[in-house]
């Protein structure tokens, strides 16, 4: 899909020919190597400094979630994941560590005396780490490109911003879809009027937008690379902050360590027959479906 668009779907400003780009709401290089080909994207033009914005964000982003989980699974059994997981790895820079991806896997260790002369030593490793402000700012950018694809003007050659703010609630690998916040946020949102929803690069991209039958709020929900989703609202804030607040919030148990502190949180699966984050249903306004 191409927009012959006039104004920078991320920022609005009018766009020159000198000071645009081509842009691609999928990022080439943030699926796997491949899967773009014959995939449906979204290719618009974009001001120069979003562009860029976009792609740096995108270049450990896309890394860090095509890395295997602590015992070495990948989020699918595919060679193009592998061999691209590695390569990105060894080559995208973690935010957090300033090490590459591949070598950025964070520890934490415990020490304690539950008894007189007894101490104890314990070590708990996690997989690389993404930061909340990076992948809240990705998931802005793409969703910006999608909202403005679906209120886009042919004559006006524009589209249009949601109205009010944006408010992520938060991101989450596969192993915890199935918490209890994601779980009540799939489940509210379920009957609400879809907007959009987009499943494309063989799975490896998959969005939803869904507006409320009532409040001038719509929820949105992202997932890259089969490894992590991230969802939240838009809208005006009374009224975000309304539905919000029938949602559960997720506790965690807090830990001191020698590096710092640690919240915890046992992580709750999600099976495939209780997955409606990405459902289809027949009054969408907007539907990209590939295998």
């Known amino acids: 899909m191409v927009l012959k668009n006039n104004t920078c779907p991320y920022c609005g400003v009018e766009l020159g020919a000198t000071d ?11 699926v796997p190597k491949g899967k773009l080909h014959q995939s449906w994207n979204l290719i618009l033009r974009a001001c120069k400094r979003c562009n860029n914005r976009k792609s740096e964000l995108e270049d450990d982003l896309s890394a860090l979630t095509m890395q295997p989980d602590v015992v070495g699974r990948y989020a699918q059994d595919d060679p193009d994941l592998r061999r691209e997981a590695e390569r990105k790895g060894s080559r995208s820079i973690s935010r957090r560590t300033r090490k590459p991806i591949g070598n950025s896997a964070e520890s ?6 539950p008894m007189p002369g007894l101490t104890m030593e ?5 997989p690389p780490r993404a930061e909340p402000e990076r992948v809240f700012e990705l998931a802005r950018l793409q969703l910006s490109g999608l909202f403005y694809w679906i209120t886009f003007d042919r004559a006006l050659r524009r589209g249009g911003f949601w109205l009010g703010g944006f408010f992520p609630l938060q991101f989450s690998s596969r192993g915890d879809w199935g918490n209890k916040l994601n779980r009540a946020f799939m489940t509210a949102a379920f009957a609400w009027h879809d907007r959009l929803l987009v499943g494309t690069t063989g799975g490896f991209f998959k969005a939803a937008i869904k507006r409320h039958p009532a409040a001038v709020c719509w929820s949105w929900a992202l997932e890259w690379n089969r490894s992590l989703r991230v969802i939240g609202f838009f809208g005006e804030e009374g009224d975000v902050r309304s539905v919000a607040g029938e949602l559960p919030s997720l506790e965690h148990q807090v830990l001191q360590g020698n590096e710092g502190i640690l919240r915890l949180r046992t992580e709750t699966a999600l099976a495939d027959t209780d997955d409606v984050l990405f459902s289809f249903a027949r009054d969408a306004e907007t539907t990209i479906a590939q295998a």
Do not use: A, P, Q, W
């Not at 645009?20 to 943030?30: A, D, K, M, N």
């Not at 934490?108 to 005396?113: A, D, H, Y």
């Open 122 to 126: 314990v070590t708990l490793v996690g």
């Open 20 to 30: 645009s780009t081509r842009e691609h709401l999928v990022g080439r290089r943030f």
């Open 108 to 113: 934490l260790t415990l020490r304690g005396s």
